[in-house]
């Protein structure tokens, strides 16, 4: 159970992010505010973010050495965030480029690094993203593509299992779409039945899927060396959501939907 509170909380912190990003809704655009409103404002977003990523691999270490009290992030990415404002602000006393301009390029960055993250702070990278962090060779690579496949497979085995009600967590979620639910909400409710235990056994869904992941892990630390391995330990990946051109999952809802709609 506390397993799932910390990871609804990195989730309420990504979210809170986001809006602040967005904006909310005012409907003024960002860049209509004066710019060193402006400037202040993706300041604040800028130290959030970190202290999003900084707190959601607090919590992944925490948990993974089973220690549920020490869920803190390393103070190593502030210090790189502190030394890279200052050469920001360096760099612009020198820069004679407008201001507007500068906005517009840390903007672009920010909604770049939000776009590829999922509600709880992670990377859902690509293969080929991976490649290069990680500096993988081709075989590695076709290795560690194969490695996600099969977790995507296990994903869409593991949801389709009945509750004691008869319905499957992944049938539950698309009613939730098919109700026109958003998706944080949606979300929101699969992490919540992923704390009901699987019928006919004494492990809850989501140790199931904690279990699936461990094992790839443990696989992709056999297959890359200690320098990539660690580089992929900080990258926080998103496990099940990395973009190898196949995805069971959504591909299941995607069916469902379009089955309803057809009748």
Do not use: C
Request: charged share 30%.
């Amino acid at each position: 159970m506390n397993q799932v509170i910390l990871v609804v909380s990195g989730l309420a912190l990504a979210v809170s992010v986001y809006a602040l990003f967005g904006g909310g809704d005012t409907g003024v655009p960002v860049m209509a505010a004066p710019a060193a409103q402006s400037e202040g404002r993706l300041d604040q977003i800028e130290a959030r973010l970190d202290a999003l990523s900084d707190e959601v691999m607090g919590i992944s270490r925490a948990l993974k050495a089973g220690n549920r009290k020490a869920a803190t992030a390393d103070t190593e990415p502030q210090r790189r965030f502190t030394g890279l404002g200052a050469e920001a602000n360096q760099d612009r006393k020198r820069s004679a480029a407008p201001a507007a301009d500068q906005l517009d390029s840390r903007l672009a960055a920010l909604e770049n690094k939000l776009r590829h993250r999922n509600p709880f702070g992670q990377w859902m990278a690509t293969v080929e993203e991976l490649e290069s962090t990680l500096g993988m060779t081709s075989e590695q690579s076709v290795q560690a593509k194969a490695m996600f496949n099969e977790v995507k497979d296990q994903t869409l085995e593991l949801l389709s299992v009945a509750n004691e009600e008869g319905k499957s967590p992944l049938d539950e979620m698309t009613e939730d779409f098919r109700q026109g639910m958003e998706f944080k909400p949606a979300l929101d409710r699969l992490v919540k039945r992923m704390e009901a235990t699987i019928p006919g056994t004494s492990e809850t869904y989501g140790q199931r899927m904690q279990g699936i992941e461990r094992s790839m892990f443990e696989r992709l630390e056999d297959t890359l060396d200690d320098s990539q391995f660690e580089r992929l330990r900080e990258a926080n990946i998103a496990p099940t959501m990395i973009q190898t051109g196949y995805d069971p999952v959504g591909e299941y809802i995607r069916q469902s939907l379009e089955a309803d709609a057809k009748r």
